[in-house]
């Protein structure tokens, strides 16, 4: 088995690096993409079912990690922006800290494990799925207890400092 996947990942490595590098216009993270992919296939081989060819199978799924490569980027760009646009604010620094700890203390009235999976989606960009396998609970958990977390940041938002 292990010289099947190793020929597989000789024949299509290039290849599969140009479908990321097409994505991503960057050519050391299409590298990492394409050996992330075949990491994950090698840990899923026994599970796996292609129905079409490994070539086309392996592109779809470059492609679609490549994408969602893009979407964490633009979200944590979008990120610092905000974070750098209120740094430069014309608030007052101790309105700015107030606001800060008014939400520092409404994280921490949530249950532990609600905050813990809020940090991790909000903060560290970690999709529903990086969050319940790293929790070692279901996906529907986790979006229940985002679902709750956002529930509650939104009743005290008539307190206008979120």
């Known amino acids: 088995m292990t010289s099947r996947v ?29 050996q992330d992919f075949f990491v994950s ?4 081989r026994e599970s796996i079912s292609i129905t079409t060819s490994f070539a086309s199978y392996a592109r779809k799924s470059v492609k679609n990690l490549s994408l969602l490569y893009l979407e964490k980027e633009k979200k944590e760009k979008r990120v610092r922006n905000d974070l750098d646009s209120d740094n430069f604010s014309t608030q007052p620094a101790s309105e700015k800290s107030s ?6 203390d409404l994280l921490n009235q949530m249950p532990d494990k609600r905050k813990e999976i809020f940090i991790s989606f909000v903060v560290d960009g970690k999709s529903y799925s990086e969050i319940a396998e790293s929790k070692g609970v279901s996906k529907n ?22």
Do not use: G, P
């Open 6 to 34: 190793e020929k597989l990942f000789k024949d299509n490595y290039t290849f599969l690096c140009l479908v990321s590098f097409a994505i991503v216009k960057d050519r050391d993270v299409a590298k990492d993409i394409v």
């Open 41 to 44: 296939f090698w840990n899923k």
């Open 99 to 104: 606001k800060n700890n008014k939400l520092y």
């Open 141 to 162: 958990t986790v979006k229940t207890q985002m679902k709750r977390a956002y529930a509650f940041l939104r009743s005290h938002k008539k307190e206008d400092f979120i």
